[in-house]
């Protein structure tokens, strides 16, 4: 379904944001991680697909992967409880 999206409206981060998530959860995470690192190069505020990365890489322990994500979550969402945990666990696990 979001490549029938996507067909229609090529652009569209949600159908992008979507697909990549089914991608990991049927177990083609270096294809989702792949399609996340696209959409962030093309539209470079990180929200959802961002977050996604970033906790994608923690599961993999890859907290030096994750580390300038969160950084750049933190800046976008200063406030946000969530974010401030992420990126302290990434900064504890690039020490390690």
Not at 52 to 76: G, S, V
Not at 78 to 89: F, I, M, S, T, Y
């Amino acid at each position: 379904m979001f490549n029938k999206c996507l067909e229609i409206a090529p652009s569209d981060v949600g159908a992008m944001n979507g697909k990549a998530n089914c991608m990991k959860r049927h177990g083609r995470v270096d294809d989702a991680i792949a399609l996340w690192k696209e959409m962030l190069e093309k539209y470079p505020s990180a929200g959802a697909m961002g977050w996604a990365l970033a906790q994608t890489y923690m599961e993999r322990n890859e907290f030096d992967k994750a580390l300038p994500i969160w950084e750049k979550l933190a800046k976008e969402q200063p406030q946000n409880k969530a974010v401030q945990d992420g990126l302290e666990r990434a900064r504890e696990g690039s020490k390690k």
